[in-house]
């Protein structure tokens, strides 16, 4: 089964901008591979943020944005709020091996 | 409004077998967009996809590594999706989330999750 891989933790600036990778174990990331990007608070479900590579929920606030990047699936955050920081999860579509989670990245904002 | 609410034991024996089932309420789990399924998450680690099914195709789409111990099935009469997994060990004690998914690819939506513990 693949690897999907993610930076176990990033500290952005409130105001800054911070980019999350998710990087595969079996080669680069395409669009077929339907990158998802989920966010999570302590104590709350996962909300969906990104799926299909960079397509938006009406919920997703406008300062996060999804993309192709260096071979890796990438969450841009653009304007960091307090309320950002939280633990961030990129999925990865492996056809009829199905998805996998990346490890989860732990967002600070300070 | 969609909202998606599991249910089931909070605390499961070595060996016995999990049935929980999410009551979907504000779609049907018969349209035609989407799959439904489960994903969880032991206390403090990182997420992992169980599986899903799709109403129209009855196909199902399960993790490898659990395919052998895990059934998803869907209730249309009742509106809900089901998910058994037999021969529960301590490893299995997590947070189960039931989701829709578009396609087989991804969730768009979560319900609040329920925790189970496996414990004599």
């Known amino acids: 089964q693949a690897v999907v891989t993610q930076e176990p933790s990033l500290t952005v600036s409130p105001g800054g901008t911070v980019t999350l990778t998710c990087g595969s174990s079996?080669?680069?990331?395409?669009?077929?591979?339907?990158p998802y990007w989920f966010q999570q608070k302590p104590g709350q479900a996962p909300r969906t943020l990104i799926y299909?590579?960079?397509n938006k929920h009406p919920w997703t606030p406008a300062r996060f944005s999804g993309s192709l990047l260096g071979g890796k699936g990438a969450l841009t955050l653009s304007g960091a709020q307090p309320e950002d920081e939280a633990d961030y999860y990129c999925?990865?579509?492996?056809?009829?091996?199905?998805?996998?989670f990346g490890g989860g990245t732990k967002l600070t904002v300070l | 409004q969609l909202q998606l609410q599991e249910s089931g034991p909070g605390l499961v024996k070595p060996s016995e077998t999990l049935s929980l089932t999410c009551t979907v309420s504000?779609?049907?789990?018969?349209?035609?967009?989407?799959?439904w399924g489960w994903i969880r998450q032991p206390p403090g680690k990182g997420l992992e996809w169980i599986g899903s099914?799709?109403?129209?195709?009855?196909?199902?789409y399960y993790n490898a590594s659990l395919k052998s111990r895990v059934t998803i099935s869907l209730d249309t009469s009742k509106n809900q999706v089901s998910l058994k997994v037999t021969s529960m060990t301590a490893a299995d004690t997590a947070v189960y989330f039931c989701?829709?998914?578009?396609?087989?690819?991804?969730?768009?939506?979560w319900g609040q999750g329920t925790l189970v513990t496996v414990s004599s």
């Open positions: 989701v829709r998914v578009l396609g087989p690819t991804g969730p768009d939506f």
């Open positions: 504000g779609d049907s789990i018969s349209n035609s967009d989407y799959h």
């Open positions: 099914m799709y109403y129209y195709s009855g196909n199902t």
């Open positions: 079996i080669g680069t990331v395409t669009s077929g591979h339907y």
């Open positions: 299909d590579t960079n």
């Open positions: 999925l990865l579509s492996y056809g009829a091996a199905g998805p996998v």
